[in-house]
């Protein structure tokens, strides 16, 4: 399948917008405690979809999981576990330093690490210190300027958010900068696991185009040993859609983790009925509300499916900018949210001007990637 950076570009916005929305149902479902609406919507974002979609879109999936390395599975799934660790640190964060700062600490972290970090070690391959191999010409500057510009954005849009918090008296009630500020440094170190996760679980995924490459083959041999075998049919499909074949790993980890704190909060606060019935209104309005949880869920699973497909077609040369593109359009998304749901209102314009140049810069740095990407590939 040929690269195609600006394609790929485009992909992972789709995949960003999809997880800016994963929130949005979460506001229809007042009457539920926190840990029921989140069992609700984890289980269908790291359990269910990842395992339906992952039989869906990858062909011979079990003959995969055959002949794939049971360690690349084992890895995934403990660094998915970790990761998880990172999502409950993240909530945790917020309650003391409030969203917009948490979020600029947390998010800024986790895209640093977890573009960079992979150049000098990787879960499959151990140490490997590509940085002076990916930054060395033009179009690797021109990366790596992008990447720099994309953390400058999302430190305005940060700071944005920090002078709305502070113009509309929204300092939360447990307000505590020494222990909000390492939570959320935490939240950022763990978050960028999980692009370890994925990385861990490569072999799964090349096992999917290798099975399904193979069975291709098979397939258009030719019946007489005299005539030599047809070339195999295009594949670009399973090549397209191979990081599927991981998702039950590294999300089925992040899972367990918040299924295993869900059930802890669930029974500290004795909340259990409310997963057969809302308080005050019975079973009448249940249904939706499951199927809130159930919108949530696709949309976080949805855009690390879009995720998968936009890595594929940014190439091999520059695909650990997969993570900081993802994360950076992420914060520019959720903000685009924030303006449309009103939620910058009286907050001033001091805050706006900020706040729009944090989005503008996220954009130009996009563009940045995407321009470094496309020479690379010349």
């Known amino acids: 399948m040929e690269p195609n950076p600006f394609l790929g570009v485009g992909l992972h916005a789709v995949g960003a917008f999809s997880s800016a929305s994963c929130y949005t149902p979460q506001k229809q479902t007042k009457l539920w405690a926190w840990e029921i609406y989140w069992i609700a919507q984890a289980s269908c974002a790291w359990l269910i979809l990842p395992i339906v979609f992952a039989f869906l879109t990858i062909p011979n999936y079990i003959l995969v999981l055959q002949t794939a390395p049971q360690s690349a599975m084992l890895n995934s799934f403990l660094l998915g576990l970790v990761y998880g660790v990172g999502g409950l640190t993240f909530g945790l964060g917020i309650r003391y330093i409030g969203f917009s700062l948490n979020y600029m600490i947390a998010i800024g972290i986790s895209a640093g690490l977890g573009t ?21 010409n033009v179009p690797g500057w021109i990366v790596l300027a992008g990447i720099v510009v994309s953390l400058g954005g999302i430190a305005l849009c940060g700071c944005a958010g920090a002078l709305r918090e502070r113009s509309g008296d929204a300092k ?20 960028a696991v999980y692009n370890y996760a994925l990385i861990a679980g490569n072999p799964i995924a090349d ?29 670009s499909m399973v090549d397209l859609l191979k990081m599927n074949a991981i998702y039950p790993f590294s999300n089925g980890g992040a899972w367990v ?12 606060n004795r909340t259990g009925s409310q997963l057969t019935q809302l308080p005050g ?12 949880a159930l919108l949530s869920g696709a949309f976080w699973y949805f855009q690390f499916f879009f995720y998968g497909m936009g890595t594929a077609f940014i190439g091999k040369q520059y695909e650990f900018t997969s993570w900081g593109l993802h994360m950076a359009m992420l914060i520019l998304f959720s903000n685009v949210y924030g303006v449309v749901f009103r939620e910058w209102k009286g907050a001033g314009w001091l805050s706006a001007i900020v706040l729009y140049s944090g989005m503008t810069v996220i954009v130009l740095a996009t563009l940045l990637i995407a321009y470094g990407n496309h020479l690379g590939q010349q």
């Open 172 to 191: 939360p009630s447990q307000y505590s900068f020494k222990v909000g500020v390492p939570l959320a440094i935490l939240a950022g170190v763990l978050s």
């Open 281 to 292: 209104h019975g079973k009448g309005r249940l249904l939706f509300y499951y199927l809130m």
């Open 116 to 136: 960079i970090f992979p150049l000098i070690w990787r879960p499959d391959k151990g140490f490997v210190w590509e940085i002076t191999e990916k930054f060395s």
């Open 257 to 268: 983790t918040n299924f295993i704190w869900c059930l802890f909060l669930i029974r500290r």
């Open 207 to 235: 096992a999917a185009v290798e099975v399904n490459t193979a069975a291709v083959a098979d397939d258009t041999q030719s019946p007489t040993e005299d005539s030599p075998p047809e070339a195999p049919r295009e594949t």
